[in-house]
């Protein structure tokens, strides 16, 4: 069993629309979750972190961890054509070593 | 302000044959790391650092050798490259401790390596 697993899709939604990306964890020590976006041919460039359980909001983005059932989700709202990227879980250990999910394509179409 | 900088972009190698990745930042970060990405597998950690003079084996670390010896270099060596290393590489540094700064990790442009 994979550390994190995500769900790879594609996941196609129209443009306005509300996107749901989650992944699961097995190691209930993680405290750290982030979220990245990856462009293709590009390195990933952090979106969000959260500490702990609870939810984090910047801008259209919402990221919530639910570490009783061991569940992290990221939520975009009115989604644009510039959000279809690859989205990548993670945890964080000591020595900022990030374990990732395996990444979820998402294409807003326009 | 360059960021993590990673070179070659692109590379062919032969089976068999070394070379080295280059990375280099210059925010002054301690801690450094080599992922690699393979199709539907995400990012997987190769190799990191807390610190010139100090690294550590990540999950995939067969088939690679890193050293530290400045803040600002983490450079990754194949030793011996094999079809199974065909793969993008992606360096990535950041600075230590908790809060914005500390979990604020930066990724390369990232460099596409092929052994035939």
């Known amino acids: 069993q994979k550390e994190v697993e995500q769900d790879p899709g594609p996941l196609s939604v129209p443009e306005g629309a509300i996107v749901s990306l989650n992944c699961t964890y097995s190691n209930s020590a993680f405290q750290y979750f982030m979220w990245y976006r990856q462009y293709s041919r590009k390195g990933p460039e952090l979106l969000m972190y959260?500490?702990?359980?609870g939810n984090k909001e910047d801008g259209r983005f919402t990221a919530q961890v639910d570490k009783s059932s061991k569940y992290i989700s990221l939520f975009i709202r009115d989604s644009q054509p510039s959000d279809s990227a690859t989205y990548l879980c993670a945890t964080k250990a000591a020595g900022n070593k990030l374990t990732f999910g395996g990444g979820t394509r998402v294409l807003v179409k326009p | 302000n360059a960021g993590v900088t990673q070179t070659p972009k692109f590379q062919v190698l032969k089976t068999g044959q070394s070379m080295t990745l280059q990375c280099a930042q210059d925010m002054n970060h301690e801690y450094m790391s080599w992922y690699r990405q393979d199709p539907g597998m995400g990012l997987r950690l190769i190799h990191y650092?807390?610190?010139?003079?100090?690294?550590d084996q990540g999950e995939v670390p067969n088939g690679y050798n890193v050293s530290r010896s400045t803040t600002e270099d983490f450079p990754l060596r194949l030793l011996s490259a094999a079809p199974s290393q065909t793969s993008v590489y992606f360096c990535?540094?950041?600075?230590?401790?908790?809060?914005?700064?500390?979990?604020?990790?930066?990724f390369g442009e990232g460099s596409w390596l092929t052994v035939v």
């Open positions: 990535a540094s950041s600075l230590g401790g908790t809060g914005s700064s500390g979990n604020t990790i930066y």
């Open positions: 959260t500490y702990s359980s």
């Open positions: 650092s807390v610190g010139a003079g100090i690294t």
